[in-house]
């Protein structure tokens, strides 16, 4: 280490002698020879050799980074220093440096012709240098000379002619100027001729013309007023844009767009035009509203104008409630319609692109944000205008206007929900749903005073006939008049299924959507008023009916010698003949149908019609109100009953129909308040509030007339009316069907099977009555149990108490004759009436041949030859066929031939018979020992405990 430490300090003392290679290069040899010849001493080695040694060495001494390669040298001597490894080291080191030192020789040399020639040409461009400094200084004297001999004249000349020329430009901006001050009066033409185009370009032009001209002082000033006066322009097409929001007019909204296009201002036109319909439909509202209030108010001394329009709202007279509200949706609706032609006019002017990359985008996107800015303002439109109008309907108490009024209000606020819907496909929920609640509870209780009215009509009803025309139906009422146009449009659509009206009534379709916002419209639809001063036609004696002139209730007709026969036929002589005459004029007469009516149903039905006009203004409550029609026919449905109908005789009967008795009964379980128990506590009226009380027969009205048949034309006219309501309603079904809900359709079909369809049910019970009291049957069952049936002979005269039948039923034909005069009496109503006579007769034959105690075989053949004689004359009073239960009496007669195999049968298949029949017919028989008699007795009695 110690000699490490000295080999350092000498090599650092040497730092400043001369390296080993500059005592080897002699620098004088650059000047003279090569520098090869100080090498002379040094023998060439080989090539290779020397490559080798060049290899050799460090790459630490190729590094450029100043490393110190003394101190790299010592560093790699081993701890313990050998001088034998140190010189050679030595030797190596210094062969390495001579080797680099001819490397470096030998390439100076071989640049040096190359330094040689590059000297040259520093010194030629030496020598060029100063050639130039010649040519410079020469030109310099030369431009001295030609500036001095240069002449003042000349240039006093030129300036002369640049002042000249500076003098007819002032000149030119002088005339400019004056142009410029005098435009005022020209742009104030052009807005007072509304070519907003013209002076925005005029304006714009002298703006430009202003701004080159601007370094004058009295520009300044001129260019302040000039946008002044474009600020004016844009505050005059601002109103003018505003006036297209109530009266839309083609060519002036072009003029207003096509201004706003020049100012480049069109997508804040478009903000400014949402901003001017807002406040049209503010202003019109309140304007309209203060209008009505100040002119029912009448005093002058209140200032209505500081009020809000909800207080304004609540100061409406119910008087002038629905002529402000026409008003007010007429004016709401010119509004609309003018937003409606704005998108429509946009739609059909699309900005033309300009022709550059830059202006067709620009142009896209302004056409992008107008039609935008256009379809978003639909809804913010619709919905100002339906919070006005739901403000002013909320704002009056409707309880106290009537029905036709009330309805009125409802279509107008209807056709106004209709008018939003197709505006932007709004569903109105707000205006709907306000209204809903009010109108059914306006409803109810206007039901309530229609139900009570009803009754009062039944109870002071006479059940005469109302003459209406033959072709009467419910489309001649005037509030049927709304449906006039769902049958006539020819683009209207079949609801379920088409449905011929043979009562005039047409082709039953539901009603077309109305479109307002078409092109071709041009009246408000507000302006259509309900036809006041049509008037119906529907009642006789028109002169145009040409049909009531051959149904006259006179008989005038009939000639003299059918009178005669007719009254001949109660002795007997020529009954035949004339009798047929007869039924077939009778028939004939009575093949048409005439619509009997009477003044309650004609009311009943326009209370219908009203019914109907709100379901179809205010369809949410259209299931309440359906509800509530049902309830009108309910009712008079079960009063003609109870009136009619409800006699204790018919309740048992078979032919009567049992689900007639189930919907009677429904009624009277849900309609019908059960009339108060003397001593019972009171109950509780709450519950009854829907409920009604049973109507009471009109005094006037006399069932108990046997000259009358016991009421029969009013029974006549009381059902058949109640028929005719029922087959209106069945026309009306599939509009009532269109306006319900799909989910409540259930209820619909329910009320017309179970109720309506039973209104032709109701004839057996009512004309039962009357067939049961015309004829006395107890007097031919005692003049029957006279008979003896007993005989040993057979007979060929008919006993007297089929005569007696018979002259009954003469005398009830003719009393059919002259009710018939009066009320003209259908087919069906004939054929029911003889129906039950024929089946009490029937009856009365099989109860008087069980009451025989005795009988033979020639008595059977007794009871069979009355019966034949009974209907051979039955032939000749009416015309029925078949025969109703014919089988009953024949099988009766014929059970008595059978034989007791036969007989056993027979009794378990005839249950129609009763247990006391049956009886009588075992103990007559007389070809049966006495052990089988009882063991067919034992099969009755059974059969009557089962039945039980």
């Known amino acids: 280490m110690d000699l490490k430490n000295k080999i350092k300090s000498i090599l650092k003392k040497q730092d400043t002698f001369v390296s080993p290679t500059e005592e080897v290069i002699n620098h004088d040899s650059f000047t003279g020879g090569p520098v090869v010849t100080k090498y002379k001493q040094v023998k060439p080695s080989n090539p290779h ?17 100043g490393i110190d390669t003394s101190h790299y040298e010592l560093r790699k001597l081993p701890e313990v220093l050998d001088l034998g490894d140190i010189d050679l080291d030595r030797k190596r080191l210094r062969k390495q440096l001579q080797v680099v030192s001819k490397k470096v020789s030998d390439l100076v040399l071989q640049n040096h012709p190359a330094y040689a020639r590059e000297l040259q040409r520093v010194m030629d461009l030496q020598k060029t240098l100063q050639y130039a400094t010649v040519i410079c200084a020469n030109g310099r004297r030369q431009l001295s000379s030609a500036r001095d001999t240069f002449t003042a004249a000349s240039l006093n000349m030129l300036a002369n002619y640049r002042k000249r020329q500076q003098l007819v430009s002032i000149m030119k901006s002088l005339r400019t100027i004056k142009t410029l001050q005098r435009t005022d009066v020209r742009l104030r033409e052009l807005m007072e001729e509304e070519d907003y185009c013209g002076a925005i370009q005029l ?22 007023k000039l946008q002044d006066t474009l600020v004016m322009i844009e505050e005059q097409i601002d109103v003018a844009l505003s006036k297209t929001c109530s009266n839309f007019d083609e060519t002036h909204y072009e003029k207003v767009q096509t201004a706003y296009r020049l100012l480049g201002k069109t997508q804040t036109a478009m903000d400014q035009l949402h901003m001017h319909f807002t406040s049209a439909i503010h202003n019109t509202a309140f304007q309209i509203v203060l209008g009505y209030v100040e002119l029912c108010s009448g005093t002058g001394r209140e200032n209505f104008h500081k009020r809000q329009y909800t207080d304004l709202c609540k100061s409406v007279t119910q008087e002038s409630f629905t002529p402000c509200l026409i008003d007010l949706s007429k004016a709401l609706w010119e509004v609309m319609r003018s937003y ?28 992008h944000y107008i039609k935008q800015k256009l379809e978003h303002g639909l809804s913010r439109i619709w919905q100002d205008v339906q919070s006005k109008v739901k403000i002013y309907v909320l704002g009056t108490d409707l309880s106290g206007f009537k029905l036709e009024e009330f309805i009125r209000v409802l279509d107008l606020v209807n056709r106004m929900i209709e008018i939003g819907e197709e505006f932007c496909k709004s569903k109105s929920e707000g205006l709907q749903d306000s209204l809903k609640q009010q109108s059914l509870n306006y409803f109810k209780n206007h039901h309530r005073y229609r139900m009570e009215e009803l009754r009062m009509f039944l109870e002071n009803e006479g059940w005469e006939l109302c003459p209406v025309k033959l072709s009467f ?24 299924s088409t449905t011929e009206d043979t009562s005039g009534g047409g082709t039953v379709m539901e009603p077309s959507k109305r479109r307002y916002f078409v092109q071709s419209a041009t009246k408000n639809p507000f302006d259509e008023k309900p036809d006041e001063d049509e008037n119906e036609d529907f009642f006789a004696g028109s002169l145009d009916d040409e049909d009531n002139g051959n149904l006259s209730d006179s008989d005038s007709d009939v000639p003299d010698e059918l009178k005669q026969d007719y009254i001949d036929e109660v002795t007997g002589e020529g009954r035949s003949n004339s009798r047929q005459i007869k039924r077939r004029l009778s ?37 309440d109100v359906i509800l509530c029609m049902s309830q009108l026919f309910d009712y008079y449905f079960y009063t003609v009953y109870s009136f009619f109908g409800a006699d204790t005789t018919t309740k048992n009967e078979r032919s009567i129909n049992n689900r007639l008795n189930i919907a009677l009964q429904r009624i009277h379980n849900n309609l019908i308040t059960e009339s108060p128990v003397p001593g019972a506590p009171p109950v509780d009226q709450s519950e009854n509030l829907e409920k009604m009380p049973q109507a009471y027969l009109s005094p006037i009205v006399d069932l108990h007339r046997r000259d009358q048949l016991f009421g029969l034309a009013e029974r006549v006219v009381a059902v058949e009316s109640l028929i005719f309501l029922a087959k209106q309603l069945e026309l009306l079904q599939p509009h009532l069907e269109a306006m319900i809900p799909t989910n409540k ?5 329910q009320f017309f099977s179970q109720t309506v369809n039973m209104a032709e049910e109701v004839r057996k019970p009512v004309y039962w009555s009357v067939s049961a009291q015309a004829v006395n049957y107890d007097q031919v069952q005692g003049q029957m149990a006279s008979v003896r049936w007993d005989i040993k002979d ?31 009496i259908p087919r069906v109503v004939y054929h029911t009436l003889w129906e039950h006579c024929v089946r009490l007769a029937n009856r009365t034959f099989v109860e008087g041949f069980s009451n025989a105690k005795k009988c033979t075989n020639e008595g059977r053949a007794l009871m069979q030859l009355d019966y034949q004689q009974f209907l051979m004359k039955l032939d000749s009073i009416m015309d029925l066929k078949p025969i109703p239960e014919k089988e009953f009496v024949e099988g009766y007669i014929k059970a008595y031939y059978l034989p007791e195999s036969q007989l056993d049968s027979w009794l378990q298949d005839h249950k129609e018979y009763s247990n006391k029949q049956l009886l009588a017919l075992i103990n007559s028989v007389d070809h049966i020992n006495k052990k089988s008699r009882q063991r067919l007795i034992n099969i009755v009695e059974e059969m009557d405990r089962s039945r039980r």
């Not at 007979?795 to 004759?817: K, T």
């Open 49 to 65: 050799e020397e490559q080798e040694i060049l290899d050799g060495i460090d790459k630490v001494y190729y590094n450029t980074e």
């Open 203 to 224: 304006c714009l032009e002298c703006q430009k013309a202003a701004s080159t001209y601007k370094h004058f002082t009295c520009i300044s000033e001129l260019n302040s």
């Open 340 to 367: 409606h032609k704005t998108m429509r006019w946009h739609e059909e002017h699309e900005e033309e692109s300009e022709e550059t990359e830059d202006g067709k985008a620009q142009a896209d996107f302004t056409k």
């Open 473 to 496: 139906s419910y489309v001649q009422l005037l509030e049927f008049r709304f449906m006039k146009s769902w049958m006539k449009s020819p683009n209207s659509t079949l609801n379920l």
């Open 587 to 623: 028939k004939s007469k009575n093949e048409k149908f005439i619509p009997i009516v009477t003044n309650t149903t004609l009311n009943v039905m326009r209370v219908i019609g009203k019914y109907m006009q709100m379901m179809t203004v205010l369809k949410p409550i259209a299931f």
């Open 745 to 749: 359709k259930a209820f619909l079909q």
């Open 794 to 824: 057979i007979m060929s005269q008919h006993n007297p108490y089929v005569d007696s039948i018979l002259r009954s039923f003469e005398s009830v034909a003719h009393q059919l004759v002259e009710i018939n005069r009066r009320v003209p």
